[in-house]
């Protein structure tokens, strides 16, 4: 309520008076946001392809080489196959 002069009041020119006024007022506050993510670290003979959820893809399946080959870890299964084999997955007798 604010005091205001008005004029034509009845038996005065002029009077006082109560107005109701509004005042808007901009406020700011600062917001934080959390955002969270999920990183995965792979066990020991796992990998991930493609961003992938989890570890799926084993880098030496069980099984893969034979004849007592042994898997080598890197992008491709690859077997160290013992003497007297040969092949991708020691398949092959030399």
Known sequence: MVKVWKQDCTGHSWC???ERRTAY???YRQVYRQ???TTYKCCSGWSQLNGE???LYPLCAYGVCLNGGVCTDGLHQLCDCPPGFNGLNCQGVS
Do not use: L
Request: glycine residues 16%; proline residues 0%.
């Open 53 to 55: 959820a989890g570890c």
């Open 25 to 27: 007022y901009t406020g």
């Open 35 to 37: 955002d969270f993510k």
């Open 16 to 18: 006082m008076d109560y």
